[in-house]
């Protein structure tokens, strides 16, 4: 078997890596990919823009692949696989219809509304003016929210009005057409992804990622700069309500709407210090870096999970099997990062950080005369498995601790907070 992977992250890379565990998959071609998946053997890059339809579905079809599984938001926004689907392959990713429960956040809203699915209280506006209104009338801390896609960094928590009024300012003066102004709500954030073909649901292992730039959750928001799972702070009773209040119903929504929704199901959830689960956005693809945490512990071979999305026989799959203890990375960026950063800087260290037990997936790097340099804000996520989340996390930094390139930042502190409030056992 042949499969297209669509992306050049740090997520793509990690994707590669795992269908390509698998002696059933021939090759995989990514499109644009990066300097690691150039790297990865049976694994082959293409210089194609992720919204060259056409040029993958004709690729596609003169070298018989016959799957494209799509890493990020965007091109599934765009439509790529109603398009790849009209040509007749076989598409892990929702169509654009189902995509606008990430391209659109007034969308999403609307659909968790109608459904009765928890999520915090908010409005929406199409004009600065009577947003900010609005703002002065509410008080901070308030949330402010772009509507449309804006790469993980569309969000402000404003802790004042000042923050809350320049936000809105923001987005508007850079072409957002819609604002979303939602309630500000307190606890701790994790992300609960979920397979899904349209029917049924199985959900993944819970993570939880660091969004801010700056170590202590300060600074910036960005992709992410790390991820562990499962998060201990989510129990098995938790997970049943998630699915059950959560997942199941936004599927069922979905397919009320005559929505063929097939691939993930990303649910970014707060759970509230009273142990309830609200979801702040849905995504409509794998997180990253939370996949660059979660796929090493997956031992069921990944292109069943995805086969059995595209079949719709995702209720008929054996249980998923999963390696005991957890999992985690660490996202060494580039300085500047997300501001402005210099790009071509060589990467030393890789073998190392490998020979240590890590995983090293590359995420903004390039090829250049057979060495891996800079290309990009977030350049690596450096992934390791443990029996526990501390000892996971501590295998991840001895990794990052051997890789080198100009500029380099990475947080210290991911997973801090949940190794000093709980522990996973072996099991």
């Known amino acids: ?100 429960i990430e391209a659109s956040k007034s969308w999403a809203k609307n659909l968790m509304e109608s459904a009765g699915i928890p999520t915090p209280k908010f409005a929406k506006f199409t004009d600065a003016t009577t947003a900010i209104a609005f703002v002065r009338e509410r008080g901070a801390p308030i949330v402010v929210k772009a509507d449309g896609l804006a790469a993980g960094k569309g969000v402000t928590v404003a802790n004042t009005l000042a923050e809350a009024i320049a936000a809105v300012e923001f987005l508007f003066q850079n072409n957002f057409h819609t604002v979303i102004v939602e309630e500000w709500v307190t606890g701790e954030e994790v992300s609960v992804l979920a397979l899904t073909d349209g029917v049924s649901v199985r959900i993944l292992p819970p993570a939880q990622d660091h969004k801010r730039i700056g170590e202590g959750d300060t600074g910036p928001n960005t992709g992410g700069m790390g991820a562990f799972a499962p998060a201990p702070l989510v129990t098995p009773q938790l997970m049943a309500r998630i699915e059950q209040e959560i997942l199941q119903p936004t599927v069922d929504a979905l397919r009320q709407r005559d929505i063929d929704y097939r691939g993930i199901l990303y649910a970014g959830l ?63 960026a580039a300085q500047g990062y997300p501001g402005s ?40 996520s450096v992934a390791a498995t443990g029996d526990t989340l501390a000892g996971a996390i501590a295998q991840a930094y001895a990794g990052i601790n051997s890789i080198e390139f100009e500029g380099m930042y990475y947080r210290k502190d991911i997973g801090d907070r949940a190794i000093k409030t709980s522990s996973i056992p072996n099991q």
């Open 270 to 332: 707060m759970i509230t210090p009273q142990g309830n689960p609200t979801v702040l956005e849905f995504n409509c693809r794998f997180g990253d870096p939370e996949t660059q945490a979660i796929l090493p512990l997956l031992e069921t071979p990944l292109e069943d999970l995805i086969l059995a999305c595209v079949h719709k026989k995702l209720s008929d799959l054996p249980p998923i099997s999963w390696k005991s203890g957890a999992g985690a990375c660490v996202v060494a």
């Open 1 to 100: 078997m042949k499969i297209l992977v669509i992306g050049n992250g740090g997520r793509e890379h990690a994707l590669a890596w795992k269908l390509l565990e698998s002696k059933r998959i021939q090759q995989v071609v990514c499109i644009p990919g990066n300097g690691g998946t150039a790297t990865l053997p049976r694994c082959q890059n293409l210089s194609l823009r992720v919204d060259d339809f056409e040029g993958m579905a004709r690729f596609a079809l003169v070298h018989n692949i016959s799957l494209a599984v799509v890493g990020p938001e965007m091109p599934l926004a765009l439509g790529i696989t109603d398009y790849l689907k009209s040509k007749g392959l076989m598409v892990f990713g929702p169509t654009k219809e189902g995509a606008q």
């Open 341 to 380: 950063y210099k790009k071509g800087h060589p990467i030393s260290g890789i073998t190392q950080a490998q020979e240590k037990g890590t995983i090293v997936f590359s995420a903004g790097t390039k090829l250049k005369e057979q060495q891996q340099v800079t290309d990009g804000g977030r350049v690596l």
